[in-house]
């Protein structure tokens, strides 16, 4: 007698870190029913991989070179729904969350919780549920709101990270007074008193 073979779970991993994306695959494949299909060390490539082999689970790192895993979980969302995201992360943060789940992931995991959560958060999002730690998600919906805009985000980064009003100008193709008006904005927003008091504040919110 033949027994109908089950498809496996196709899984895509997004992770910067070489050691950690091996660590990962080499996890979720000890599992019988998934299937890791693609891997990938930065947003853009992870965005890449999951066009081309239309996975049914995405799980990606938040902090990446070239795409962030927040804004790679909102471009899946538009343009792969079938693709679902699970966010896994050192990120403890409310903020994060919340970002996490408007950018459209089904599940957001610490990387400090047991080995056996991912897969079966792998397995609950593919059937469409979603997964997040019950007592971060409380947290979550008890804090402030994000006040910043996408743009004002995207400014304040970059500032925190040192660059100079005229280095963001000519990176985001704005004027110079236009970066300076969104900082303003957005110092004022967080209650601070420069930018990078307000880079800080908004990083340990979870806003950046």
């Excluded at 236009?178 to 340990?204: D, F, M, P, Q, W």
Aim: net charge neutral; hydrophobic share 45%; glycine share 6%.
């Amino acid at each position: 007698m033949r027994f109908p073979v089950t498809k496996k779970i196709q899984v895509v991993i997004a992770e910067d870190q070489a050691m950690v994306l091996g660590a990962l695959a080499a996890l979720l494949e000890t599992e019988p029913d998934i299937a890791v299909i693609g891997k990938a060390a930065n947003g853009r490539e992870a965005l890449a991989t999951v066009a081309r082999l239309k996975p049914d689970v995405l799980v990606t790192d938040i902090e990446m070179p070239e795409m962030t895993g927040l804004t790679l979980a909102c471009e899946v969302r538009q343009r792969f729904p079938h693709t679902r995201v699970v966010i896994l992360t050192t990120f403890a943060r409310p903020g994060y969350l919340r970002r996490a789940l408007d950018a459209g992931a089904q599940g957001y995991l610490l990387k400090d919780r047991p080995a056996a959560e991912l897969s079966e958060a792998v397995r609950r999002v593919h059937r469409g549920l979603r997964v997040v730690d019950p007592q971060l998600a409380a947290e979550a919906w008890g804090t402030d709101p994000d006040p910043l805009t996408d743009r004002e985000r995207q400014i304040l980064w970059r500032a925190g990270d040192g660059k100079t009003s005229l280095d963001i100008a000519l990176e985001l193709s704005l004027s110079e007074g236009t970066v300076r008006n969104y900082l303003s904005e957005a110092i004022s927003k967080v209650g601070a008193s420069n930018r990078i008091e307000a880079a800080r504040i908004a990083r340990a919110k979870g806003w950046l």
